[in-house]
Nanobody
Framework: QVQLVESGGGLVQAGGSLRLSCAASGRTFSIYRMGWFRQAPGKEREFVAVINWSGGRTVYADSVKGRFTVSGDNAKNLVYLQMSSLSPEDTAVYYC???????????????????WGQGTQVTVSS
């Protein structure tokens, strides 16, 4: 089992920045990748970014490319999501997720992840 806890959410004005953190514990040696997803009210959960736990390869959703940066600290079992140039459309609950399967495809699908944090609210005011 892997446990995940997000932190760093809050209220920010449009154009501002926030950094989210996700702390992993438990069987962290089994993690292949860590993903960030978000869910706005009335909308489905959507992929934001993913980072391979070893090697650090990253992939981003088109909607956040160039504004968000995902990074990880394997030694501390931490993953970060640095968000800049935020807009009201980025308002959502943000979740980190862990995938313990060495898959090649499907890393942007929520169903590929077995472990989820409780989420942290990000609200961007206009």
């Amino acid at each position: 089992q892997v446990q995940l806890v997000e932190s760093g959410g809050g209220l920010v004005q449009a154009g501002g920045s926030l950094r989210l953190s996700c702390a992993a514990s438990g069987r962290t040696f089994s993690i292949y990748r860590m993903g960030w997803f978000r869910q706005a009210p009335g909308k489905e959960r959507e992929f934001v970014a993913v980072i391979n736990w070893s090697g650090g390869r990253t992939v981003y959703a088109d909607s956040v490319k160039g504004r968000f940066t995902v990074s990880g600290d394997n030694a501390k079992n931490l993953v970060y999501l640095q968000m800049s140039s935020l807009s009201p459309e980025d308002t959502a609950v943000y979740y980190c997720a862990a995938d313990d399967v060495p898959r090649v495809t499907g890393t942007a699908y929520a169903t590929s992840y077995d472990y989820w944090g409780q989420g942290t609210q990000v609200t961007v005011s206009s």
